[in-house]
């Protein structure tokens, strides 16, 4: 023990780390909400393999909502003591299956996913939202903002033909109020197709925002397939 400690001190020191650690860890500037297109993650190299649920619906899924910062960097896996839970969100399940619908192989039910975007994601965002508020949020999100429709709306259908990248942007910038981030992947001839949408969300976790940055991940042409799903 220094000269200039006490049993007393001490005795806080933990709760001082723990809070300080806490603090840091939730500290972002914006959330990414992410929806992919499960056409495209089927239609790629690695194929996919349904869930143990059956085929998902033809309509984009949730693939996270990720805490993230103003200059790109984002924290991630926050809270190791915070483990994903399936018994906190029983009552979200049946809409995370239909809405949150896992694609990697082998199939499953979805909870590796979940567990996944929970644990790497959601515990960088608990001073906001705690585990069921997380799933909860994200499924109000995606039924907000209906990207399937807004594109369908525009003319923009998932029909396997190539649609410039520009008119899904402004279909979706109209649709929303705000510009989203665009991902593509290939398909198995070295097509690029729409994969991902990026849409920001303010630190509440309840309003859409302008994004600050956008992923690095982008296309490499101008004119994108919508494959059919």
Avoid at 96 to 107: V, Y
Avoid at 139 to 167: F, V
Wanted: include cysteine; aromatic fraction near 12%.
């Amino acid at each position: 023990m220094t000269r200039n400690s006490s049993p007393r001190s001490l005795l806080f020191l933990p709760l001082l780390l723990s809070t300080l650690c806490t603090i840091t860890a939730q500290s972002f500037d914006f959330f990414y909400f992410v929806q992919q297109w499960p056409g495209s993650y089927c239609d790629s190299r690695r194929s996919c393999c349904y869930p143990t649920s059956g085929k998902p619906a033809s309509d984009f899924g949730i693939h996270g909502l990720w805490p993230n910062n103003n200059d790109g960097s984002y924290p991630s896996n926050c809270d190791p003591d915070s483990p994903y839970d399936p018994s906190q969100i029983k009552d979200l399940l049946s809409s995370m299956k239909a809405n949150w619908p896992t694609l990697a192989c082998p199939s499953s039910d979805g909870s590796e996913f979940w567990s996944h975007e929970w644990e790497k994601h959601g515990t960088c965002s608990e001073s906001i939202l705690d585990q069921h508020s997380y799933f909860e949020t994200s499924l109000q999100l995606k039924k907000q903002t209906n990207l399937l429709q807004i594109l369908e709306d525009a003319g923009i259908h998932p029909d396997g033909e190539l649609y410039s990248l520009n008119s899904i942007r402004s279909a979706i910038s109209d649709g929303i109020g705000y510009t989203p981030g665009i991902e593509c992947n290939v398909d198995e001839s070295g097509n690029s197709q729409l994969f991902q949408v990026y849409l920001c969300v303010d630190t509440s976790a309840t309003n859409l925002t302008d994004c600050p940055v956008y992923p690095r991940s982008k296309c490499s042409s101008s004119s994108i397939e919508f494959p059919s799903f």
